[in-house]
């Protein structure tokens, strides 16, 4: 099991108790203004438009904020001007990162991101010095306790689901990107809700980190997932199990 991905699970539990909800509608916002820049704003034409406003209704932001949101990215409503920018580079123990961001300030940002991974014992890295580790896939997570294993299997692989593993409690799918809602779609028809869906960058392989290194970089994961510009943060780590479950 991927060590970031069970940082993933307790990201999301704790965001249903998680009091800086202000910040999670600000990332979830910018997420969606972006995609609407991008490709308009129907959801039916727009997929990662589509993402980001069930992902935004998973997390109870009011319809208001959303439909602002795309009315700011298709230049209906005035609107800051962001860009989205993904950094590489090394974590504690050499772990590689890909970390994705949406900023109005690109030199704010890089300088932000250089000391947060230095004070952690980390460095940013050049364009492509990491990438090459990762494949940028769908997942679809899926709560074990409710499902039948075959059951979710079948509904998934039908749908053209690439792969299914189960990571403690939950079924995760993989699926090619353009296959994400196509798969989720599947799985509702056959009576399976899913949790989250995600686009996500895949490694290729795992680095086993533990000890210090591991507790310095899930402080590293904490500090980034906290920072305003960062969306998500991707990882080759393979953390520790009695690290994460005491930062869970």
């Known amino acids: 099991m991927a060590g970031h991905s069970k940082w993933k699970q307790i990201k999301r539990k704790k965001a249903v108790l998680d009091a800086k909800r202000g910040q999670r ?39 208001e904020n959303i439909e602002r949101a795309i009315k700011k990215g298709t230049g209906e409503l ?25 900023t109005d300030n690109m030199n704010r940002t890089v300088a932000e991101l250089r000391r947060v991974l230095e004070r952690h014992g980390g460095s940013l890295g050049t364009s492509g010095s990491v990438a090459w580790q990762f494949d940028r896939k769908g997942q679809i ?29 939950e079924y995760v799918i993989a699926t090619a990107p353009p296959h994400l809602h196509q798969v989720r779609a599947g799985l509702s028809a056959a009576g399976i809700e899913s949790i989250q869906c995600e686009l996500s960058m895949i490694p290729r392989a795992e680095v086993d980190v533990v000890g210090s290194d591991a507790e310095r970089l899930v402080r590293l994961f904490g500090v980034l997932d906290d920072h305003d510009d960062v969306q998500k943060v991707h990882s080759n780590a393979n953390v520790d199990e009695k690290v994460l479950a005491e930062a869970g």
């Open 78 to 102: 005035e609107s800051v001007q962001y860009q989205e920018i993904a950094y590489e580079g090394y974590g504690p123990g050499g772990v590689a990162l890909y970390v994705e961001t949406v």
């Open 141 to 169: 997570y899926v709560d074990a306790s409710r499902y039948d294993e075959v059951a979710v299997l079948e509904a998934a692989l039908d749908s053209g689901a690439e792969d299914i593993t189960r990571e403690d409690t």
């Open 25 to 63: 509608f600000t990332k979830l916002i910018r997420e969606i203004t972006v995609a609407a820049r991008g490709a308009g704003g129907n959801l039916d034409g727009n997929p990662r438009l589509r993402l980001a406003v069930d992902t935004a209704k998973a997390a109870n932001m009011p319809s």
